[in-house]
T-cell receptor, first 118, second 115 residues
Framework: AQKITQTQPGMFVQEKEAVTLDCTYD???????LFWYKQPSSGEMIFLIY??????QNATEGRYSLNFQKARKSANLVISASQLGDSAMYFC???????????????FGRGTQLTVWP | DGGITQSPKYLFRKEGQNVTLSCEQN?????MYWYRQDPGQGLRLIYY???????QKGDIAEGYSVSREKKESFPLTVTSAQKNPTAFYLC??????????????FGEGSRLTVL
């Protein structure tokens, strides 16, 4: 069963505007972690932000924030004040310890291609 | 600088040949991973290792093999048994332990094309 779902294959946003990238997840493990990675056209994976399942507050890192709604099992990424350099593929991922998976094994969604236009 | 080095960055192979992708890390991480990325598929786990001389199959291990003789190194061999090996391969590492989030640190990837 798919553990991470990203329903937006592509998103477009104008420079300086905010954009939300959707992510829903599925796990029965009470302890899990949620990640967002950015992948520019060069292919490297850049870690953006992390949210633990027991964290009371939404995670923030500069212009990135994670809108964590535990009951809805969603972990949307919000990018404020978009920049041209934000154009990239964005992946949501989850670390889950169920089914004997090791700490650190991540399950990835299929990604959302974000394009920022001037 | 600490990081993960993958080589080669680009690799071409004829059908029926085995190829080995190199992954070296100097982050002193215990765990290492190999992911495969295809367009529209996200990242899929091939193999992972938590300790030297031990490794486990991921979701798509068929046609691949790995070794973990040193903590720093986790090479991936794409064998001729892999039916569709053309893809982008990413190596990653992470520290283990309760205090760690499980974040993965990635190399820059290797793009394999079968001719």
């Amino acid at each position: 069963a798919q553990k991470i779902t990203q329903t937006q294959p592509g998103m477009f946003v104008q420079e300086k505007e905010a954009v939300t990238l959707d992510c829903t997840y599925d796990t029965s493990d009470p302890s899990y972690g949620l990640f967002w990675y950015k992948q520019p056209s060069s292919g490297e994976m850049i870690f953006l932000i992390y949210q633990g399942s027991y964290d009371q507050q939404n995670a923030t890192e500069g212009r990135y924030s994670l809108n964590f709604q535990k009951a809805r099992k969603s972990a949307n990424l919000v990018i404020s004040a978009s920049q041209l350099g934000d154009s990239a593929m964005y992946f949501c991922a989850m670390r889950s310890a169920d089914r004997g998976s090791t700490l650190g094994r991540l399950y990835f969604g299929r990604g959302t291609q974000l394009t920022v236009w001037p | 600088d600490g990081g993960i080095t993958q080589s080669p960055k680009y690799l071409f192979r004829k059908e029926g040949q085995n190829v080995t992708l190199s992954c070296e890390q100097n982050l002193n991480h215990d765990a290492m991973y190999w992911y495969r990325q295809d367009p529209g598929q996200g990242l899929r786990l091939i193999y992972y290792s938590q300790i030297v001389n031990d490794f486990q199959k991921g979701d798509i291990a068929e046609g691949y093999s790995v070794s973990r003789e040193k903590k720093e190194s986790f090479p991936l061999t794409v064998t001729s048994a892999q039916k569709n090996p053309t893809a982008f391969y990413l190596c990653a590492s992470s520290p283990l332990g309760q205090l760690n989030t499980g974040e993965l640190f990635f190399g820059e990837g290797s793009r394999l094309t079968v001719l």
